[in-house]
């Protein structure tokens, strides 16, 4: 059974969230406390977070930022803010998807299972396998594992998807529109700075220079591209 936690200082809305996600053979557990909800995410195995924005102790933002640093389980932020800036920031510090309140039931459970499929879907085989190596990095598709120079590099849902997709078609140039309508979807048309974001968190972790990028090079005036003269 998937486990979702639940971080919402709302008690009716955990109620309605809790009868709604059971019901849909979910196993839930609630946290009304922003530092509590951090504990319990960075000591337990979650398929899904559902994060409120505006928490007591500490704030959604926060939650996310500090979970982040440590884990990539699916996260969902919820909250009552409808100004982009707050979508925007819950996109850029990790967050998976977002739903403003208030919201409908059936479209924040057409969001979770959205959120958790594309975590669990493997992307298509390249070169008939499910393992690309590239000079200092391999990636194990199946396993959604990522090693660089023998070191296992932990990466996002998002983070891991762009790698893919740009490490299985080396040489093509992606812009940052396409990318964000591949890897998160057209709802977020409007909101392509994310996959900047985003890029520059992943070679934060497989480059060893940042200013020199050896895997995700840029393409000037056009956006991002897999290194092709680096295949094994």
């Known amino acids: 059974m998937k486990q979702i936690l639940i971080i919402e200082d709302d008690p009716e809305l955990i109620k309605l969230l809790d009868i709604h996600l059971t019901n849909s053979i979910y196993s839930t557990t609630k946290v009304m406390d922003g530092k509590e909800g951090l504990g319990m995410a ?9 994060l409120d924005l505006s928490l007591p ?38 967050a998976d998807d977002y739903i403003t309140k208030p919201f409908s039931i059936r479209e924040l459970l057409a969001r979770v299972k959205a959120v958790m ?17 590239f000079e200092g990095l391999q990636i194990d598709i199946e396993k959604r594992k ?3 120079k023998d070191q296992k590099i ?9 790698l893919v997709l740009m490490a299985s078609n080396p040489g093509r140039n992606y812009t940052r529109t396409e990318l964000l309508n591949m890897i998160w979807g057209y709802n977020f048309e409007g ?13 934060a972790k497989i480059e060893s220079d940042m200013a020199n990028p050896i895997y995700v090079l840029t393409t000037w005036g056009v956006g991002y591209k897999f ?3 680096i295949l094994v």
């Open 42 to 50: 960075l000591k337990n195995d979650y398929d899904l977070i559902l």
């Open 57 to 94: 102790t500490m704030d959604g933002v926060e939650v996310c930022k500090n979970l982040r640093a440590e884990k990539n389980t699916p996260l969902i932020m919820l909250t009552a803010k409808s100004e982009e800036i707050d979508r925007v920031l819950g996109l850029e510090i990790g």
């Open 117 to 133: 499929r594309r975590s669990e879907i493997k992307p298509p085989k390249k070169r008939d396998t499910f393992f690309i190596k």
């Open 146 to 148: 990522v090693v660089v």
């Open 154 to 162: 932990d990466l996002s849902p998002k983070e891991f998807e762009l």
């Open 191 to 203: 909101y392509e700075h994310t996959v900047n974001s985003h890029i520059n968190r992943l070679r």
């Open 227 to 229: 290194n092709e003269d």
